[in-house]
């Protein structure tokens, strides 16, 4: 046994507790009687597989649930790594570098993923338990909105017919209801919300305005920009930033609009999703225009955004 490593280790447990007006002895004694820890309990394996609950008897409705359980648990890990980048404050290259690409690689996860849904479900099933889901829907992903409140200035996520009237000095709340998802939420002829964004904002309006607020300033394109003016025209690092953005706001979003085409447009049901959005015009990128960083894009790719062939259709994954 090495005296000297125990003796040091015991002094610096000492320096923790005291640190913290808390008695030694009381936490050494606690081990004494704490259980050894398990695979199981530290995952919470039991809790997180009684999470799936069908609303159908329908086997591959449980596929549709554990899909998207696993797109938030993704969506968690995306937003953990983005608040180390906005909680730190003038972030080093490196740092902001390594944490982007943990981003991005998750957000590939997702965009491949997209088969399982694709491929994975019989359409005639989709078709019968998706009518037990109404008036549900992905839209309703609050964390995916969280990831854009802090991927990018507010301005790039306004409805791109009314960018010329907001500005960072615009009240939050006008800011929100012109977001770009709101138009998918509304009817055309009245500009009445529907019951699905209803209550999106019901519970969910209070933290988005909260999170407007508190990434306007620190967001990963501000941060980007505290970084040396080197490392902002660094190549490798221009070309995550633009693989982060293409991802997401392209690639992502026709792998999830092609996955829902695949059902929705079966001829099997109404061709309307399941909250009665205009699915086509909210999912398709070309229409939206969710640029994050649209400074690192040319013009000629600004203006070919998502169209087919286009040149940022051939932008290189990383």
Known sequence: MNTTHTDELL????????????KTETHLEGLLWSKPITYWDYIQTDV?????????????????????????????????????????????TEFFTERLMRISRYFDMLTTSFDIMKEGMEVEQYMKFRNTLTPASGFQSAQYRLIEFASTDLINLIDYRFRATIDRNTPYEHAFEHLYWQAAGKDYHTGKKSFLIEEFERKYKDLFLRNMKEYNTINLWQ??????????????LVKAMRHYDHTVNITWTLGHLNSAKKYIESGRGTGEATGGSDWKRYMH????????????????ELAN??????????????
């Open 305 to 318: 955004w998502a169209k087919k062939n286009s040149l940022i259709a051939q932008t290189p994954t990383i």
């Open 285 to 300: 990128p070309k229409y939206q225009r969710r640029i994050f960083f649209p400074e690192l894009w040319s013009a000629e």
């Open 11 to 22: 002094n610096q447990i000492e320096d923790k507790f005291q640190a913290i007006n808390q």
């Open 48 to 92: 997180l597989l009684n999470l799936q609950t069908q609303r159908s008897t329908l086997p591959d409705e449980m596929v549709f649930i554990m899909y998207h359980q696993v797109n938030e648990l993704l969506f968690k890990m995306i937003l953990w790594e983005i608040q180390q980048i906005a909680h730190t404050e003038k972030p080093e």
């Open 223 to 236: 941060k980007f920009k505290q970084l040396p003016v080197a490392d902002q025209n660094n190549p490798e």
